[in-house]
């Protein structure tokens, strides 16, 4: 049963999954392109200073590639089951209820986070041919809310879309954008350390309010 | 589970309209806080407040610019030069632009510079090239568990260089990792003095390098300093190479060549909360202390004696009509970025006194009324009335946000 609720997913998702990896991988190479080129232009003693003392980053493009991907993933996993409401038809299958619906969203938010990692992993590798961990750990830290950013979208965004009353629907919205707007505040290179540890621990309680809205989908809330 | 889940979304919204609405009171409400500039006067002998378009002294009597501009002649010297009204001498010594200008210096102390993401990379020029211009080097230093040089171009650790100085370091005492590193890391200065650095025992040194060697010395101090920032100046009058800031004990200055500690004499400063000013002259030297609402002044001669002191406060945030409102309305605000700090965190800040009760009351009472109109049982939410209760307008609105409708599906007789 879970190989097949994975397989359903999957074919749901991976379309915009495999774009999100393309426009990812595209983003870095863009990324350490330039590096390289700046390196060679400016110098790379310069090119660390105006990074240490001057908080320019070479990373900044990948800012808001995180929110669109969680929230591309979450409208293409979520939409098809709201049309016509045929996560109903999966809730008929002798399995429980709340069940499907966890394994259904574990399975996106491990794509998801999977992707993420990825993404920050292959950063990290290639920041590490031209800077040393001085200059690519704080990069993290600048970096972490943006793809924590990028998960808490993707479980807001669930929990809107199978939110049965529209008027609910917006009201979600708002705080959501409120909530997701904090990972994406401006801030120096670094700024975010103090505050990572409570925005994991939120992203990561945020990861199952879909049950609310999945319940009230499920007892047909109008 | 799906209870928990609705609980969850509720404080997350509390959290976000304790950011939100706060936020949007402020852009609206806010007004421009007092932060006056306090001089010291060697023409009138007493300090001389200049407070947004108003120059007053301490006892309140108001100065026209012109009157403000002869009073202040060290400040304003190129103005009265032109005017011709330029003293030749005071206190019996000869005025002549080099000399103000080499003696005039400005420097500010905020807490944030004590909150603030540092780099752990700083480049280490060389402080006797025998060139004119000074230049920057092409490796920067990190003082981890030794002292190492990276090329940039290369990205590699120059081994020799990084002996060199861990071996010097060592010779002097120095206890690995450094804590703080404060140098002035710019060509964009009229001699480069190296940094002052604090080991992991707190010691202070002061490492250059002269012509490619290193140049260590451990500054001793009569007692242990608990320092928390240090900030090296570039000053035209050689007196003192950097501000050294305690958390308990004061703030220093490392005087030029001899590594004495001057103490400055100012009680109770704490580097967390209190903005620093100095404002130096050819005689004299004004210190600002300023806290929220209020400022000590205390003016110096050249050594270091203290020759004037003046104290100011006035009104609070919240103790002012716009700060009065916030604090009857909403119960606390939560901040992600804070005067103080240039980190990110969630800065909680209660609202003082109890006014805002009423209105965490009149909430609640909003709740009660809601869910009694519905027909939804009391004991089922007790748990939203306690984060109204709490929380005031924010968990009201959270609540109603996320409504707590599982009670009617096992009650349908209510109805």
């Known amino acids: 049963m879970l190989k097949s609720i994975i397989y359903k997913e999957w074919i749901k998702i991976r379309l915009i999954v495999l774009i999100s990896l393309g426009l990812s991988l595209l983003a870095l190479i863009n990324i350490f392109l330039k590096v390289r080129h700046d390196i060679l232009f400016v110098d790379a003693a310069n090119y660390w200073y105006s990074f240490l003392f001057r908080g320019s980053t070479y990373f900044g493009i990948l800012k808001y590639l995180p929110f669109a991907i969680g929230l591309a993933v979450a409208i293409a996993q ?19 209820e709340n069940g499907i619906l966890i394994r259904m969203h574990a399975f ?14 292959l950063f990290t590798a290639g920041s590490a041919i031209f800077f040393p961990s001085n200059i690519i750990n704080p990069s993290l830290v600048t970096m972490t809310p943006w793809f924590l950013g990028g998960m808490a979208t993707y479980f807001l965004v669930a929990l809107i879309l199978l939110e049965p009353v529209w008027i609910f629907r917006g009201l ?3 705080v959501a954008a409120g909530f997701v707007t904090l990972f994406y505040t401006s801030a120096s290179i670094g700024a975010f350390g103090p505050v990572l540890p409570a925005l994991i621990l939120i992203t990561l309680l945020l ?16 | ?31 421009v806080p007092r932060s006056p500039q306090v001089y010291y006067s060697c023409i009138t002998g007493d300090f001389i407040i200049a407070d947004g378009s108003k120059r007053t002294d301490p006892s309140g009597k108001e100065f026209t610019l012109d009157e403000y501009e002869r009073a ?30 080499r003696a005039s210096s400005f420097y500010r ?3 944030r510079k004590l909150k603030t993401p540092v780099p752990t990379l700083y480049p280490m020029l060389e402080s006797q090239s025998g060139k004119v211009n000074l230049a920057m080097p092409d490796d920067y230093f990190r003082i981890e568990k030794r002292m190492e040089f990276i090329v940039a171009k290369t990205n590699k650790i120059n081994g ?11 010779e002097e005492g120095f206890v690995f990792p450094a804590k703080i590193i404060a140098g002035i890391p710019t060509t964009r200065k009229s001699v480069d003095e190296g940094y002052f650095v604090t080991d992991s025992g707190g010691s202070l040194f002061h490492i250059k390098m002269i012509k490619g060697e290193p140049y260590v010395i451990r500054i001793e101090t009569e007692e242990k300093l608990d320092i928390v920032y240090i900030e090296a100046v570039d000053l035209r009058s050689r007196e003192f190479y950097c501000y050294v800031f305690t958390q308990n004990q004061g703030i220093f200055v490392v005087m030029d060549e001899v590594y004495d500690l001057q103490r400055l004499p100012i009680d109770g400063f704490n580097p967390e909360i209190h903005t620093f000013r100095i404002n130096a002259d050819l005689f004299n030297k004004c210190i600002t202390v300023l806290g929220e609402n209020w400022y000590q002044a205390i003016a110096v001669d050249d050594m270091y004696k203290v020759v004037g002191t003046h104290y100011e406060e006035w009104s609070g945030l919240y103790e002012r009509a716009e700060g009065k409102a916030f604090a009857a309305i909403f119960p606390f605000e939560i901040r992600m970025k804070d005067d103080s700090s240039a980190f990110i965190r969630f800065f909680f800040r209660p609202s003082p006194g109890y006014r805002w009760i009423i209105v965490n009351l009149v909430s609640l009472i909003i709740a009660i009324i809601l869910i009694r109109r519905r027909g939804w049982a009391i004991g089922a939410n007790i748990a939203d009335l306690l984060i109204v209760g709490f929380t005031g307008i924010y968990g009201l609105a959270a609540t109603q946000f996320f409504p707590n409708k599982f009670t009617v599906n096992k009650q349908p007789n209510n109805k």
Do not use: C
């Open chain 1, 78 to 96: 979520y939409i098809p089951e709201t049309v016509n409401k045929r996560i109903k038809l999966t809730f008929h299958l002798p399995v429980s």
């Open chain 1, 108 to 121: 996106g938010a491990a794509v998801l986070l999977s992707l993420f990692l990825v993404v920050m992993g």
């Open chain 1, 172 to 174: 979600y919205a708002v």
């Open chain 1, 207 to 222: 990861s199952f309010v879909v049950l609310f809205s999945g319940y009230r989908f499920r007892k047909g809330e109008m």
């Open chain 2, 1 to 31: 589970m799906i209870r928990i889940s609705r609980y969850i979304l509720v404080l997350t919204a509390v959290l976000v309209a304790s950011i939100a609405l706060p936020a949007f009171y402020w852009t609206v409400f806010e007004k």
């Open chain 2, 72 to 101: 202040l002649p060290l400040l304003y010297f190129r103005q009265l030069m032109a005017d011709g009204e330029m003293p030749d001498s005071i206190n019996g010594i000869k005025l002549e632009a080099p000399s103000i200008s």
């Open chain 2, 109 to 111: 102390y905020t807490p």
């Open chain 2, 160 to 170: 020799e260089k990084s002996a060199l100085f861990t071996d010097a370091l060592i």
